[in-house]
């Protein structure tokens, strides 16, 4: 711990929970290792968690704390953007994409929480998350009743994405690295295209059903998404005409809307892209245009 001091207090009832583990650990990694990076020898790293209530799905609070340098109020205010790095510590030697925190919070989010946090500079800095969870009283009793619950499952869950394969058509670096990383969480196999001509070029060259579906950005050079869109739904293969393309529109005007369309798009998500609402509408979208093809 490079002599620094590590704590963790439990206060909670039902230590047994069902949850995305593979998230959890994503989220405690991205706060623990930006812990260990803000404070030196001496410091302190706290991890506290509680629960709120008793409910079936019971609220635990998770407080990450440090009392490492702390952040500017500035800083403070723009920490969950893409890229964002505070001009203070600059010259400390920390590696990274910048993307943790927004990713972090994306990740809290979809689970159905919320995340806030609070610094001071020279004092340090604390994360508390709220996550909801299904708290599991009996483990013997409860594992064969989760086994028969799962055989009759609706397809329509995030395990229906796992290995489905869709093209992302985005211009913006930072876009496209957080889209990709929240797409791949969700078992989401993701190629990716700089600009419409190449998403068009990329599925023209794939084999035919390739793709499940193609998220198309609406404003890109060379060409835009809805030039790219025409163009994959006039080439002649049994999958063009079929295969679902969600536009991304910067704008949800009714002329925006409308434009898609007539480009022939499936449907439409506004930025920022609630990834919540695009798991359920890749869901449905892709369940479909398997049963038809």
């Not at 929480?113 to 969870?133: A, E, M, N």
């Not at 028969?148 to 869709?166: F, Q, R, S």
């Not at 060379?222 to 049994?238: D, Q, S, T, V, Y």
Request: glycine share 6%; aromatic share 6%; with cysteine.
């Amino acid at each position: 711990m490079e002599g620094k001091s590590f704590r963790t207090t439990w206060n909670v009832d039902h230590t047994l929970v069902m949850g995305d583990a593979f998230r959890l650990t994503r989220i405690f990694n991205n706060l623990l290792s930006n812990a260990l990076k803000f404070t030196d020898k001496g410091d302190s790293i706290s991890v506290d968690v509680s629960q709120v209530n008793e409910n079936e799905y019971a609220q635990y609070k998770i407080v990450v704390s440090d009392t490492g340098i702390g952040m500017s109020e500035e800083f403070l205010s723009k920490i969950f953007e893409p890229y964002s790095r505070d001009p203070r510590v600059s010259s400390r030697p920390v590696t990274g994409t910048g993307l943790g925190m927004p990713l972090m919070k994306s990740m809290v989010e979809l689970l159905n929480g919320s995340v806030v946090v609070s610094s001071t500079p020279g004092k340090g800095t604390t994360f508390t998350l709220i996550l909801p969870f299904l708290t599991v009283h009996d483990a013997e009793t409860s594992a064969p009743a989760a086994e028969d619950e799962n055989k009759g499952k609706n397809p329509a869950t995030e395990d229906y994405l796992k290995g489905k394969c869709v093209l992302v058509a985005e211009d913006n670096e930072i876009n496209m690295e957080v889209a990709t990383e929240l797409l791949s969480m969700m078992g989401l196999v993701v190629e990716q295209a700089e600009n419409g001509r190449k998403a068009l070029d990329t599925f023209r060259n794939s084999a035919p059903f390739h793709f499940d579906a193609v998220l198309m950005d609406m404003q890109m050079p060379e060409m835009n998404g809805c030039e790219a869109g025409m163009n994959i739904r006039a080439l002649p293969r049994p999958d063009a005409r079929m295969v679902p393309i969600v536009a991304v529109t910067a704008n949800a005007f009714a002329e925006d809307i409308a434009e898609t369309v007539r480009a022939g798009m499936s449907a439409h998500v506004s930025k920022p892209i609630d990834f919540e609402k695009l798991r359920v509408l890749l869901e449905k979208l892709i369940r479909d245009y398997r049963a038809d093809r």
